[in-house]
């Protein structure tokens, strides 16, 4: 097989500057990226000031109208730190209900004495003592007991003197 | 001046110069770029920031507006009787006897024991009482210390019965409270009530000032100016 030989007969200088058109050609069209790059930067950054400096004179604005209800928000925040308080203290639990000083007293039948009601220093639960001279009527109280929803009921100090049965109750 | 020899070949010495400033160009960009790029992302948080700043004064703004200051005046009156911002022992006592006497009972001791005055939350005035009445006006005294202002608890309750007559030992908890001084900053979003809040502050409505506390203004009479002759 013959081999052909290429020959360039062109002078060395034209292929020198078709080297240099090419990367004339390149930088133009690196600098154009770049151009654009930079603008686009300059753009986005010119947007976003616009927009900060937008927002930062509608924030003072919104401001000064808030501050015009100031009074109104010191009333509110009065109000929501006593009702926080007061749900605190509402919380607790409360010796003294009503309700119980009635529960307690409907369970002693007409004949049971009620000496003392007090409520223990653990703050759970109640002592009552009190005294009856009937057997039936002690029976009908421990009956009441039974019947009431007591976690516990302790029949304590039950003792048999001259006016009757002393007895005292722990209730919880 | 001692010339600086560049072992390169003369047809690439004309690109020095170009491929020198392209270098310099691409480093200036990358670092103006990167300052850039960091200032951007330093004003975009900014921008967030008062994004969430204007919500959060737009809804306060628009919440305050519907609000009545007349209606929140008397709610924090209510409150402020509930718990007082003053420790008062004299508006205890009065409180209490006043509610002795529309109870029918006698006061026969009383004392008072300042509680923990650091206290975060509210702070206790320990009192001490002991009165003695039928059961029924007994009943109706805790039934009113219940429903009164200051807001009372009843820590210990004890009651001997003698001869249809009650004898009661309370320990009583009354509260009081300094009024918050600092209000939070103006894009603060607010705490609002919610309506378990606003139930509490319909029952705290709802209790009676004691009669005592009650104050009727009278009017100047005589004299208008009580100076001149």
């Known amino acids: 097989m013959v081999q052909k030989k290429r020959i360039n007969l062109l002078p060395k200088d034209v292929e020198y500057s078709e080297k240099l058109r090419f990367l004339k050609k390149t930088s133009f069209l690196v600098l154009g990226v770049y151009?654009?790059?930079?603008?686009?930067?300059?753009?986005v950054t010119f947007y976003f000031f616009q927009t900060e400096s937008k927002l930062a004179s509608m924030n003072e604005s919104l401001?000064?109208?808030?501050?015009?209800?100031?009074?109104?928000e010191g009333l509110l925040l009065t109000i929501a730190d006593r009702v926080g308080l007061s749900k605190s203290i509402?919380?607790?639990?409360?010796?003294g209900s009503i309700e119980m000083v009635n529960d307690i007293m409907s369970l002693f039948p007409s004949g049971v004495?009620?000496?003392?009601?007090?409520?223990?220093?653990?703050?759970?639960g109640i002592v009552v003592a009190g005294r009856t001279s009937s057997s039936t009527a002690l029976k009908e109280t421990l009956d009441r007991i039974k019947g009431k929803q007591f976690n516990e009921a302790w029949l304590q100090n039950f003792s048999l003197g001259e006016e009757g049965y002393n007895f005292s109750l722990d209730i919880r | 001046m001692k010339n600086i020899n560049i072992n390169l070949p003369r047809k690439y010495k004309p690109l020095l110069f170009p491929l020198g400033?392209?270098?310099?160009?691409?480093?200036?960009?990358?670092?103006?770029?990167?300052?850039?790029?960091?200032?951007?992302?330093?004003?975009?948080?900014?921008i967030n920031n008062f994004e969430q700043s204007n919500r959060n004064l737009e809804e306060k703004r628009d919440y305050l507006a519907t609000l009545s200051q007349d209606e929140l005046s008397k709610q924090s009156e209510v409150a402020t009787s509930a718990i007082p911002a003053e420790e008062s022992?004299?508006?205890?006592?009065?409180?209490?006897?006043?509610?002795?006497n529309s109870s029918n009972v006698s006061v026969s001791d009383f004392n008072l024991a300042p509680g923990d005055r650091k206290a975060s939350s509210a702070r206790p005035i320990k009192i001490g009482v002991s009165i003695s009445g039928s059961l029924t006006s007994t009943l109706s005294f805790i039934d009113s210390l219940k429903s009164s202002y200051p807001?009372?608890?009843?820590?210990?309750?004890?009651?001997?019965?003698?001869?249809?007559?009650?004898?009661?030992?309370?320990?009583?908890?009354?509260?009081?409270s300094p009024l918050p001084t600092t209000i939070s900053s103006t894009d603060t979003p607010l705490q609002n009530l919610r309506s378990s809040d606003q139930q509490l502050l319909t029952r705290l409505g709802e209790l009676k000032k004691p009669a005592s506390l009650t104050y009727t203004v009278l009017q100047p009479q005589g004299r208008e100016n009580p100076f001149s002759y």
């Open chain 1, 113 to 124: 004495e009620v000496a003392s009601v007090g409520s223990k220093q653990s703050g759970s």
């Open chain 2, 151 to 176: 807001l009372m608890r009843i820590s210990k309750l004890g009651f001997t019965v003698s001869q249809n007559k009650v004898r009661s030992d309370f320990s009583i908890d009354s509260y009081w």
């Open chain 1, 63 to 72: 401001k000064q109208e808030v501050d015009q209800y100031r009074n109104k």
């Open chain 2, 89 to 100: 022992t004299m508006l205890l006592l009065a409180s209490l006897k006043s509610l002795a």
């Open chain 1, 35 to 43: 151009l654009f790059l930079l603008f686009a930067l300059l753009g």
């Open chain 1, 90 to 95: 509402y919380g607790l639990s409360n010796t």
């Open chain 2, 21 to 46: 400033v392209i270098v310099v160009i691409l480093a200036s960009t990358f670092t103006v770029g990167m300052t850039a790029f960091d200032k951007l992302q330093e004003v975009r948080s900014k």
